[in-house]
T-cell receptor, first 112, second 114 residues
Framework: DAKTTQPNSMESNEEEPVHLPCNHS???????IHWYRQLPSQGPEYVIH???SNVNNRMASLAIAEDRKSSTLILHRATLRDAAVYYC?????????????FGKGTLLTVNP | NAGVTQTPKFQVLKTGQSMTLQCAQD?????MYWYRQDPGMGLRLIYY???????DKGEVPNGYNVSRLNKREFSLRLESAAPSQTSVYFC?????????????FGPGTRLTVT
């Protein structure tokens, strides 16, 4: 299975943009890139996913490198509520064998 | 819509005791998953069920059994609990892998085995 590499922790200030990096140099052509986050004492929640093109939704943006060996999750204006562990995960395209493998993620601290 | 619900929220077991963790979803999702999360670690997949009537092992299945009782419910059983199974257990579901990619998680069950 292709693996991802993320920094253990990052810090940001409230109302500033945050760029969370993820390296996945062994990604295969059919692997999707997913981002989940886990707020303290809660289950993970879906943030965004993409395959090749950059993606935007109400929570964040996902920028995918042209060679797909890295990606960046962008929070446009961090709030205190965005303090969480962010996981970058690769998965196959779906079907009966679809599953996610979580690493340790990046702990994001947001300073007021 | 309650989403994904898990019972109990907390449980303390003695070594050797058995118990079943319950998970239910009311979103008509096809696939369901059980994960465990140890302190400071990411989630590890224990078992999953791609659809009603099927189950498959994940990364760490030893010491656990599962039952996909129907489309809504997916239970995880510890037959003889061990201290190494002290963890937070999360259940998740997804409508149709390959058509959608958002996995929905329950609030978790905190299990302590003494």
């Amino acid at each position: 299975d292709a693996k991802t590499t993320q920094p253990n922790s990052m810090e940001s200030n409230e109302e500033e943009p945050v760029h969370l990096p993820c390296n996945h140099s062994t990604i295969s052509g059919t692997d999707y890139i997913h981002w989940y986050r886990q707020l303290p004492s809660q289950g993970p929640e879906y943030v965004i996913h993409g395959l090749t093109s950059n993606v935007n939704n109400r929570m964040a943006s996902l920028a995918i490198a042209e060679d797909r060996k890295s990606s960046t999750l962008i929070l446009h204006r961090a709030t205190l509520r965005d303090a969480a562990v962010y996981y970058c995960i690769l998965s196959g395209s779906g079907g009966s064998n679809y599953k996610l493998t979580f690493g340790k993620g990046t702990l994001l601290t947001v300073n007021p | 819509n309650a989403g994904v619900t898990q019972t109990p929220k907390f449980q303390v077991l003695k070594t050797g005791q058995s118990m079943t963790l319950q998970c239910a979803q009311d979103m008509n999702h096809n696939s369901m998953y059980w994960y465990r999360q140890d302190p400071g670690m990411g989630l590890r997949l224990i078992y999953y069920s791609a659809s009603e009537g099927t189950t498959d092992k994940g990364e760490v299945p030893n010491g656990y059994n599962v039952s996909r009782l129907n489309k809504r419910e997916f239970s995880l059983r510890l037959e003889s609990a061990a201290p190494s199974q002290t963890s937070v257990y999360f259940c998740a579901s997804i409508p149709n892998p390959g058509l959608t990619y958002e996995q929905y998680f329950g609030p978790g069950t905190r299990l302590t085995v003494t």
